[in-house]
């Protein structure tokens, strides 16, 4: 584990990468009047996969037989939660920019980065708690 504890190392990981993509995103409105500009953004990968590896996998158990199942017995994700990936607009010079995609981009990245800063507070003060320090 290299000395680190690894919920404040997984914590720091994310918290780089959510800089990471708040630099990226700060790119694109800042090129939203750049001809033949693409958007660019980070994918959710490593943290997503560092994450399922280290949490076992839950599924719902029906504990008794009036429990309603999904379609083959699994839920099923609503029609409308599909992930879009294509772009709706493109400026005629060829800039993709949506500015409002992208400030809403901005917000869940900051959202994400205080839910990251508090995890990372509420870990320290239970570590200070079972030091005996006051939490």
């Known amino acids: 584990m290299d000395g ?26 800042a090129n939203a009047d750049t001809p033949d500009y693409v958007p660019q ?40 939660s599909e992930d879009q990936r294509e772009r709706f607009e493109t400026a005629p010079s060829g800039n993709a920019v949506v500015l409002e995609e992208q400030l809403i981009k901005v917000a869940e990245t900051q959202m994400d980065y205080q839910t990251m800063t508090n995890l990372y507070r509420k870990h320290m003060q239970m570590i200070r708690m079972a030091l005996g320090r006051g939490g």
């Open 41 to 80: 953004d980070l994918e959710h990968g490593p943290f997503a996969r560092q994450l399922a590896r280290r949490l076992a996998p839950v599924e719902p158990a029906a504990t008794h037989p009036d429990h309603l199942r999904g379609a083959g017995g699994r839920a099923e994700r609503p029609a409308d």
């Open 4 to 29: 680190k504890l690894s919920i404040f190392d997984a914590l720091a990981r994310r918290m780089a990468w959510l800089g990471q993509r708040e630099q990226v995103l700060a790119q694109n409105v």
